[in-house]
């Protein structure tokens, strides 16, 4: 890529990068299955490794970092807030908080916010939401569906439709069964006198990007409205503008006749909220069912020391006014769009290797086949997503697997579309490699 420097191996100081992993090593659970890849700065969708080697990131910290990497306003709205009031207890009001939930309601529809740190955090809420609702009548029961990812937490895993994540931490947290995505019928025939909720992510994550339909969506809003339970959508990844829309229910049903209309009762949020800092939340809405929704988890029934810093929420506050300033949704509305028309052709040209393309907007990727159809992957036993990961990653480009088979594109929202042609332009190489 223009402007790198020469790679590592002619350097003739030694690179730290060797040192920080014996670091990790030493002294960090290891938990995670990570790339070698030691990073140490970033600027826009750049990142640069402690070898000064440039990297394209269209991974974006896992459809986090909106704004791409060390954003000036972001860090300037950061240093400006720290110096006036970084956190104070939820004991009190303050401005940014406040300022923040309206500007989340106003995107959705009347309601109201409950600020948390994560994803797994912002849906323990909409559990505890769900079981308030249904506790006077014995009810606490909550569908989500298989493939579906939502946290790591005890109660998220056993939300959680994928064993993966589950295995291990036996007993689960009672209370949730699983139904196929995008299976109505499943849905009706699986519900008991217990249910009270069904969960779904508009557009699954995890799972493969794989979007809800429109027959799903409004079919469980009327199987939840027939039933007196409350929908429930996890749009902590798919959530925040991804989809060319603020929430991707309001992206997938657009234009349909009849959808106008349709709300989730509840909807979590976090990723890309903060850009990079730790903040999540939920919305709940006004009223449903006759009952206060949004009055629902009164004083003293749930809580955190640091939902709804003024710090979090001054970052959160930053980055929807320069969404809306640069008209940043247009923009992941027409680059997504020729995203997927690149991708097409991708698929068209190489189609011994990919399977299909998947997703939309910003949060898209490439369908492989199983590993051993794939000439250049048979060798080794790594999934297909994992070692095409690696390959681009060779190639100076970063992206994120997906299970076995997904190698996901989810970069930042300010992303320009010719740098995006540049990453099109490595994975395209790649695929000439490998085929
Ligand atoms: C990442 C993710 C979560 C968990 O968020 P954390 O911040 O890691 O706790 C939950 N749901 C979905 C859909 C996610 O993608």
Redesign the pocket.
Known sequence: MKDSPAPATLNPTPSPAAGIRDLFQNYVVPSYGRFDLVLDRGAGSHLWDVDGRRYLDLGGG??VCSLGHAHPELAETLATQARRLLHVSNLYHHEPQGRLAEQIVTRIAPGKVFFAN??????EGLYKLARKFGHDEGRFEILTATN??????LA?IAATGQDKVKKGFEPAVSGFRHIPFNDLDAARNALSPATVAILI?GV???GGLTPATVEYLLGLRRLCDENRMLLLM?????GHFRTGRFQSFQRLLEGVPGAESFLPDAL?T??SLGGGF?I?AFWVRQKVHGVDLADLLGPGTHGTTFGGTPLACAVALKIFEIIDRDGLVDHVRSVGTWLTSELATLAATYPGVIRGIRGLGFMQGLELHPRDQIPGFAGSDRPASLQMVHQLQEAGLLTIPSGNQVVRLLPALNLPQDQLAEGLDSIRKVLQRIA
Do not use: L, M
């Open positions: 896992i459809a994560s994803g797994a955090e912002s849906n579906s990812f939502h946290g790591r937490t998220s992510e699954q994550g995890e996890d749009g902590v990844q798919c979590s976090a990723k730790p999540g």
